[in-house]
């Protein structure tokens, strides 16, 4: 199976919470191939660091997530943005915007998934939002929390 993960759930690999053994096991299955978008890497950062100032983690975690996360990078296929990928957010954000409260790098997530992904692949996402919108477009979505 193909799984496109935002980082609201590829998050969950790297931090246990709710969610977690589920992202874990879609992951860790070599079977399975995993994609990404590069916006993943710049929020899994902006998220770990929250966590630190608000003392939620200490130096030492913040180090040994990090380095974990950048160990296991070669795990995923990385999609970089390109102009077909800008064009699809826009478009999104132009026809689902009035509906849905799509913010920006949600839409940028979706938006590689669509340009990039297979009708038979898998978006994975927290995102109750994200994920309806993603089913309202007729993709599979796959909740770790449900």
């Given at each position: 199976m193909t799984y496109f993960f935002d980082t609201s759930a590829l998050f969950k690999k790297y931090?246990?919470?709710?969610?977690?053994?589920?992202?874990l096991s879609l992951i860790d299955e070599t079977s399975n191939e995993c994609w990404i978008s590069e916006l993943a890497r710049i929020k899994f950062f902006s998220a770990l660091f929250r966590l630190h100032r608000s003392l939620?983690?200490?130096?030492?975690?913040?180090e040994?997530?990090?380095?974990?996360?950048?160990?296991?990078l070669p795990r995923y296929q990385i999609s970089l943005l390109s102009p077909d990928i800008l064009a699809e957010a826009e478009f999104l954000l132009r026809t689902e915007g009035r509906r849905f409260?799509?913010?920006?790098?949600?839409?940028?997530?979706?938006a590689t998934f669509r340009v990039v992904g297979d009708p038979a692949w898998t978006f994975v996402s927290t995102d109750?939002?994200?994920?309806?919108?993603?089913?309202?477009?007729?993709?599979?979505?796959?909740?770790?929390l449900v």
């Open positions: 931090r246990t919470e709710a969610g977690s053994a589920v992202a939620l983690i200490s130096d030492d975690d913040l040994l997530q990090s380095n974990h996360f950048d160990a296991s409260p799509l913010r920006t790098l949600d839409s940028l997530h979706l109750d939002q994200l994920n309806a919108i993603a089913e309202t477009l007729g993709h599979r979505v796959l909740n770790p």
